[in-house]
């Protein structure tokens, strides 16, 4: 078997790749690398193929309106299918922002129109009058990360989680998924849509070492990850969430 | 002119250095006419420079082009670029009457600002320099912020002129129904193009049929030459361009121009491929103002440079290199220019996330980072933000011990300056609110002429 490597699919990077959601991906190779593992990142695009088979970790990030309607269109295709298949197969996945939408049932955009999900996520997004901007600071039960992840939002649309999943965690700071429950982002097997950019990953350093060992538990025998130094991923988690917690204009809505 | 008489005064009792939005706000809260009263007064009429990146260089470059040629434009010089820093800058150069003591109006506008500076001031030319996503958490999404813009640009008069850069698809494609005579500028030498586009790339779709553009040539960002394979839209045939340019790292380029009465050379002492823009913007729009190729000439070698974007200050027996950095297109930029200063440079970047920065600082992350990594020796990371500057250059492949959190900018320039040897120089790489933190420190050390200088 050898050494692990991590095969990463990055789904659709020149198109929903909006503030800096790249950070994640950077993250992933890099505490790979740091660990001595191989890393592999694939692009996947509108119109290429998916093998469900090919890949460990899934990423998509945010994007546009416009980028997002076509790759609404694209994932309507055989790719919708082969990524629920991969989730299924026990494949982690990350989806920040846009990207966590269209893989909701479906996103009812603020103009009326109804772009559909492919379902991998039992959530229901309708687009709002007023963005929700602003730091955020959740908290986190998932095993193994237990604790407060910091991020940025900015979204107009409103995600509402079915029974079928469960919410990342609570909002202390911000708005989360809808400004109404308290909720933030959803977990489904390994896969994982938020809200939060930041990018995500690199202040969160737990969260994404959960993401690395799910996916390189598929095809290696793995009961942990070897430690890194994280005292500067610390200090800026830190920071940002002192910052957070410092903001009055931010109300919170109590889980 | 009672309203201005009364603004004049009060702004002046108010006091204000420039760039301070507060005698504005009273302003226009006592006397909401002002700005259209005093814009009316100016003989020359206004001229307004728009868009992401370039306002402040392409308006000063502008200002010394106007000078040269005679005119006195009344100018906003300090990036204060909404209605109350603009109606600011009209009531400061106001006499006791009113009246502006210049003949020709000079503001660079916010992009989300242009709708109401259009209304208020009918400008008789309005330059747009390029769209990016600096601030998408103050303006939700390109497209929309072109919405509005071609609104703006759609009540315009009917003699008016728009100068537009063509090498920007999104900004090549505004002025839909716009009634005034449109012009373009734009970079026609394949020497400094590059191989594809780069991830921080915008506008990488055709706004007329959303299919994804075809690149011949990538300047940097989402500027090149474009066409689209779906519609067949591309870009438009400029009227001003550089046709040849001569990248010389930090220090400027050389450029040849290429415009309807003339041709010819000339050095630009500012870095990078993003300042033949702003040459071409301001030049363009000083020969639509009719002003000759001599004032051209003159402005461009008179200028000095827009506070802290791209300076060299002598201090502590060092060389600080200043520059302004605040979004990912103009941080690559940057990057590239230092590409031509060697390795192993001391660095300064100094984060901040105020409003004026944008309060997200997850572009950072769209920034190619892991080309500068090679090139720093060591990095001095400061700013509200210094953690989140420094965990970027860590997992850009800057080993931890190179990377230094100093959040105090005093102790973070100390830190910097004490790393470097004598003579030897320092890039400070800031945001916008960093760079006047900056300089304010570096004027207490007097080792920087005042910061707001008389124009």
């Known amino acids: 078997m050898g050494t692990p490597e991590l095969r990463i699919c990055h789904l659709y990077p020149e198109l929903m790749n909006i503030y800096g959601d790249r950070g994640n991906v950077i993250a992933l190779a890099q505490r790979c690398r740091w660990r001595g593992y191989g890393v592999r990142v694939t692009p996947v695009s509108l119109g290429d193929g998916l093998d469900p088979t090919e890949h460990d970790l899934y990423f998509i990030g945010g994007g546009q309106d416009r980028e997002q309607i076509l790759v609404c269109e694209d994932l309507a295709r055989e790719k919708g299918d082969a990524l629920r298949q991969a989730v299924e197969d026990g494949a982690a996945l990350l989806s920040i922002c846009g990207g966590f939408q269209l893989l909701g049932d479906h996103f009812l955009t603020y103009t009326g129109e109804d772009l559909p999900g492919i379902s991998l996520f039992d959530a229901k997004t309708a687009g709002g009058d007023a963005r929700f901007i602003g730091n955020v600071a959740v908290e986190s039960g998932l095993e193994g990360v237990e604790g407060v992840l910091v991020g940025f939002e900015n979204h107009s649309g409103r995600t509402y989680l079915g029974s079928g999943c469960r919410p990342l965690g609570g909002v202390i700071r911000g708005y989360g998924n809808n400004g109404e429950d308290g909720q933030e982002g959803c977990v489904y097997r390994n896969a994982i849509g938020t809200y939060l950019h930041g990018s995500l990953l690199p202040k969160n350093p737990r969260l994404a070492d959960w993401l690395i060992l799910r996916a390189l538990r598929r095809r290696h025998d793995l009961d942990e990850l070897p430690r890194l130094d994280d005292s500067l991923e610390e200090a800026a988690h830190r920071a940002a969430l002192e910052l957070t917690l410092r903001e009055k204009r931010r109300r919170g809505v109590s889980p | ?455």
Not at chain 2, 98 to 121: H, K, M, Q, S, W
Not at chain 2, 276 to 298: I, T
Not at chain 2, 422 to 435: F, I
Request: net charge positive; hydrophobic share 40%; proline share 5%.
């Open chain 2, 1 to 455: 002119m009672a309203a201005g008489k009364a603004v004049t005064q009060l702004s002046r009792r108010l006091g204000a250095g420039a760039g301070s939005n507060f005698p504005g706000r009273v302003v226009l809260r006592l006397y909401p006419e002002a700005p259209e009263e005093m814009a009316a007064s100016l003989a020359g009429g206004c001229v307004l420079v728009s868009g992401t990146n370039g306002k402040t260089t392409t308006s000063n470059l502008l200002a010394g082009m106007m000078r040269a040629g005679g005119m006195l434009p009344v100018h906003n010089r300090v990036g204060a670029n909404l209605m109350t820093g603009i109606t600011a800058a009209l009531a400061q150069a106001s006499d006791r009457k009113g009246i502006p003591r210049g003949d020709i109006g000079l503001f660079e506008v916010d992009e989300a600002t242009l709708p109401a500076a259009v209304r208020r001031l009918r400008p008789r030319l309005v330059i747009v320099t390029n769209l990016f996503r600096d601030q998408l958490d103050r303006y939700g999404e390109l497209e929309s912020l072109a919405r509005k813009m071609d609104a703006a640009l759609k009540d315009l008069d009917g003699e008016a002129v728009v100068l537009l850069n063509a090498d920007d698809p999104l900004v090549a494609s505004l002025g839909r129904d716009c009634p005034a005579r449109i012009y373009y500028y734009g970079i026609e030498y394949a020497g400094v193009a590059e191989a594809g586009l780069r991830h921080a790339a915008d506008s990488k779709h055709c706004r007329e049929c959303g299919s994804p553009l075809d690149f011949k040539a990538n300047y940097f960002g989402h500027m090149g030459k474009y066409s689209c394979p779906g519609c067949g839209a591309a870009r438009p045939p400029v009227d001003f361009a550089a046709t040849h340019i001569e990248l010389s790292g930090t220090r400027g380029s050389r450029v040849r121009l290429s415009t309807p009465r003339w041709q010819g050379e000339l050095f630009l002492g500012l870095p990078g491929l993003y300042n033949v823009h702003n040459l071409l913007a301001a030049s363009g729009c000083a020969q639509l103002l009719g002003l000759d190729r001599e004032a051209v000439e003159r402005g461009v070698e008179g200028y000095s440079t827009a506070f802290g974007r791209g300076e060299r200050i002598p201090v502590g027996g060092r060389d600080l290199f200043l520059v302004l950095s605040k979004n990912p297109t103009g941080f690559n930029e940057v990057i590239r220019t230092l590409r031509g200063e060697g390795t192993g440079l001391p660095l300064l970047a100094a984060l901040n996330d105020r409003i004026a920065d944008g309060r997200d600082v997850s572009w950072i992350w769209d920034v190619d980072f892991e080309e500068l990594a090679p090139l720093a020796r060591y990095l001095v990371a400061t700013g509200t933000r210094a953690r989140d500057m420094a965990l970027r250059m860590k997992y850009a492949g800057l080993h931890p011990s190179a990377i230094r959190v100093e959040p105090e900018l005093k102790r973070a320039l100390r830190a910097a300056l004490e790393g470097a040897d004598e003579g030897e120089t320092v890039y400070a790489l800031t945001t916008y609110t960093a760079t006047l933190d900056l300089r304010r420190l570096l004027t207490r050390m007097k080792a920087a002429p005042g910061l707001w200088k008389e124009a």
